[in-house]
């Protein structure tokens, strides 16, 4: 009887604990909203100055929140830059004369809040640090020091604080010049750190050699410390996002991360997947894992291989990478918030007190939890894990968005014309920027057609978006709609194409020849206006997906606002119906294609990116959900 019941016992606290494992897997919340948690516990007042370890955090939370569309995280980082930036766009406790490369880098961020916004306290920030940069001293053959206080000096650190920023500033204001020396910034540093053997960089070099931590005949530090390696490759993977695909050194940049990566897989750590924090005394007494390091490479390799800058067999040491950091350094903080351990908290050379970059010297600095350069590279190595993860129904395929249907034009910063409204480029609230990166996670390649469509062109695409063509009165020489377009179109999608119809409520866009071209899938738009929202009373224009709809999920939510009902005929059917029982969206198969249309740009930032909605609405979930019908649609071919 005793036994009988310890074994009942036993079967019921397994079951219990069963039980409540389940439950805690059902409750966990990925691990980038458990790091991101934790940021906005641990960080929540200002910084003492402005410094560039805060713009890390912010780039990774930045790049959790347009993966999630969870505003909560651009709130924050729009809050903890604007304790340092006045309505002027003066950056206080920053000093352009202390030339300083470490307090360019969080320029990155400003150039985001700036796109997003609009607000120009954020470009003239950006620009008072662009104007560090054209003053910046430099090499004799142009590198940029570290710092004015450590003259003729680069730094592998100086690439990341430095480069990114600079591309990206440059694309805004369309610097082509500027390129050629970002990209020189690059090969200088890889042409005078690379050791030859092993191909990993050393943390530093001086042009002059007088430093006591130089080599007399090379002017290198005497170790690899391995967050500098991290730098420099997040700075390579970064910066790429802005260079130009036509530029002749883009290749170059490329050919450089190819090898770093080489080397950064060559001493990864075998068992663990975790790298050493000196890379060229892996088994010396002391040494030990460190995570900022590690998270810097799980990042630049994970990124590169999506990006395909790097051959896919890469990712293994991605992933083996990312598994090991969970292991070695995640521990629970709290329900739903993780602690990231073992990050050196700095590591430098030469100054007061003298760092003179021996192996002594590293092992001294302290190692600590919740450092915000491992936070902050923690949380963009997740994020790209988490994207890895994603279902890829897109791979191989190509999403086109018109831009000669609908071609406004203004001029931008720099007083350049330039196209605007449902941009894939776009990070304001009238851009495509927020979609186009859910049809990026997917697998899709977006690409943008400037021109008329054609059956060479319409060949490069599997998916052709079609948005709001142009009335006079938003373009003096709109192009509309013609026959030679309809039926090129027609013929692409009855060979299989995706093609996607957003209209607009009537006065907003061209609907007579835009109803000609939708006729041919049995879609008409009504010219009407519907769902007329007053001020920001959003339960207007709100909409719950009922069961069983082949597209979005049930119980979901929208908001839709102001947009032309739909009349449909054979092959076009209803897929979603307003209150009152008109046509809001709809789907065709003609041959082996498929057509999908709405009287609304409808998944534009500003009603997908969270900053403005209430979170009830499940606007970013809608673009997700029609990303995957698409997805769907071209596999069933």
């Known amino acids: 009887m005793i036994k009988t019941r310890s074994l009942i016992f036993s079967l019921f606290a397994l079951i219990t604990a069963f039980q409540s494992n389940a439950q805690n897997a059902i409750k966990a919340k990925p691990l980038s909203d458990q790091m991101a948690a934790t940021v906005m516990e641990v960080w929540k007042e200002r910084s003492k100055k402005w410094s560039y370890d805060d713009g890390v955090v912010q780039d990774g939370m930045t790049e959790v929140w347009r993966r999630t569309g969870n505003a ?57 640090l662009w104007e560090q940069l054209q003053k910046h001293p430099r090499t004799k053959e142009g590198g940029f020091w570290h710092k004015q206080i450590y003259p003729n000096q680069m730094w592998l650190d100086g690439l990341y604080m430095g480069q990114p920023f600079y591309a990206e500033y440059a694309a805004l204001i369309n610097n082509k010049e500027a390129f050629n020396d970002i990209a020189n910034q690059f090969i200088f540093m890889e042409r005078h750190a690379r050791d030859a053997k092993t191909g990993l960089l050393y943390h530093g070099w001086d042009e002059s050699r007088v430093e006591r931590w130089a080599d007399p005949k090379t002017g290198l530090s005497p170790h690899i410390w391995a967050r500098a390696m991290g730098w420099y490759a997040m700075a390579l993977v970064d910066a790429l996002d802005n260079f130009p695909k036509d530029h002749p050194q883009r290749k170059e940049l490329i050919n450089i991360f190819n090898r770093l990566a080489v080397a950064i897989k060559s001493v990864q750590n075998n068992k663990t997947g975790i790298w050493y ?24 390799i994970a990124k590169g291989v999506r990006m395909q800058y790097l051959p896919a067999s890469f990712f293994a040491v991605a992933d083996k990478g990312y598994k090991g950091m969970q292991e070695e350094f995640v521990e629970q903080r709290a329900e739903n918030m ?90 304001g609230s009238v851009g495509y920027s927020m979609w186009g990166e859910q049809f990026n996670n997917a697998g899709f390649k977006t690409s943008t057609l400037s021109s008329a469509p054609t059956s060479a062109n319409l060949k490069n695409a599997s998916v052709y978006i079609i948005v709001d063509p142009d009335t006079k009165k938003e373009t003096p020489k709109p192009n509309f709609i013609g026959d030679n377009d309809i039926k090129n179109i027609t013929d692409w999608v009855k060979a299989g194409g995706i093609l996607v119809l957003m209209g607009n409520d009537t006065g907003n866009v061209e609907f007579d020849h835009f109803n000609q071209l939708a006729k041919n899938f049995g879609i008409q738009f009504n010219k009407d206006s519907k769902g007329r929202v007053v001020k920001n009373q959003y339960e207007m224009g709100k909409v719950i997906v009922p ?91």
């Open 72 to 128: 909560t995280y651009f709130k924050y980082v729009e809050g903890k830059m604007d304790q340092f930036i006045s309505a002027d766009g003066v950056i206080d406790t920053y000093s352009k004369d202390h030339y300083n490369i470490d307090n360019v880098k969080n320029g990155t961020v400003l150039l985001t809040l700036y796109k997003v916004t609009g607000q120009q306290k954020y470009f003239k920030a950006a620009t008072t």
């Open 277 to 300: 924090d000196i890379l060229d005394r892996p088994n010396d007494k002391g040494n030990y894992f460190e995570s900022s390091a590690s998270a810097m490479f799980v990042y630049a």
């Open 338 to 427: 993780i602690n990231l351990k073992g990050t050196v908290s700095v590591s430098g050379l030469g100054g007061k007190p003298y760092r003179d970059g021996s192996y002594a010297y590293y092992l001294s600095e302290k190692v600590i939890t919740n450092d915000p350069k491992g936070v902050g590279a923690f949380l963009k190595a997740i994020n790209e894990m988490e994207i890895a993860a994603m279902p890829k129904p897109g791979l191989g395929k190509t999403v086109m968005l018109d831009s000669y249907f609908n071609n406004e034009k203004k001029k931008d910063q720099g007083g350049n014309e330039v196209s605007w409204h449902y941009k894939w480029d776009e990070m």
């Open 547 to 637: 069961a069983g709809n082949e597209i979005f999920k049930a119980e979901e939510q929208f908001y839709i606002k102001e947009y032309s009902t739909l009349k449909l005929v054979a092959p076009a059917r209803s897929v979603f119906k307003d209150k009152e029982g008109s046509n809001m969206m709809a789907v065709a198969k003609l041959g082996k294609g498929a057509v999908f249309a709405i009287g609304d740009p409808w998944l534009y930032n500003e009603y997908v990116d969270g900053r403005k909605l209430p979170a009830e609405y499940d606007n970013f979930k809608a673009g997700q959900d029609l990303v995957n019908w698409v997805g769907k649609q071209l596999m069933k071919k």
